[in-house]
């Protein structure tokens, strides 16, 4: 079974720095992509950013500039730096992984990649 550690959320003040954390771990072949999510009260979820194995990324065009993802491929872990906080950034952070599940370096379990996603994580960013 795969599961997700998020860590990191909490208060900060407008202007301030965040750095959230995810750490998958359990029977992981491989990681495909890891990204953040987040939803504010009576909005969608929405992409923040992701980073795939490579090291690609994608942000949101609302964090450009402001937040930076990176990852850790050995420790299974994405980080998130939030910079240059604004209260509209107040939010439930979800962290998302795509993933197969098998022994690592021998074998996976499935062809295509599953999804699994954190319980969430609150920042809130006060003026």
């Known amino acids: 079974q795969v599961q997700l550690a998020e860590s990191g959320g909490g208060l900060v003040q407008v202007g301030g720095s965040l750095r959230l954390s995810c750490a998958a771990s359990?029977?992981?072949?491989?990681?495909?992509?890891m990204g953040w999510y987040r939803q504010a009260p009576g909005k969608q979820r929405e992409l923040v950013a992701s980073?795939?194995?490579?090291?690609?990324?994608n942000y949101a065009d609302f964090v450009k500039g402001r937040f930076t993802i990176s990852g850790d491929n050995a420790k299974n872990t994405a980080y998130l730096q939030m910079n240059a906080a604004k209260p509209e950034d107040t939010a439930v952070y979800y962290c998302?992984?795509?993933?197969?599940?098998?022994?690592?370096?021998?074998?996976?379990?499935?062809?295509?990649?599953?999804?699994?996603w954190g319980q969430g994580t609150l920042v809130t960013v006060s003026s």
């Open positions: 980073i795939t194995s490579d090291g690609a990324t």
């Open positions: 359990g029977r992981i072949f491989d990681i495909n992509t």
């Open positions: 998302n992984v795509r993933y197969r599940p098998g022994i690592a370096r021998v074998a996976p379990f499935t062809t295509e990649p599953l999804e699994l």
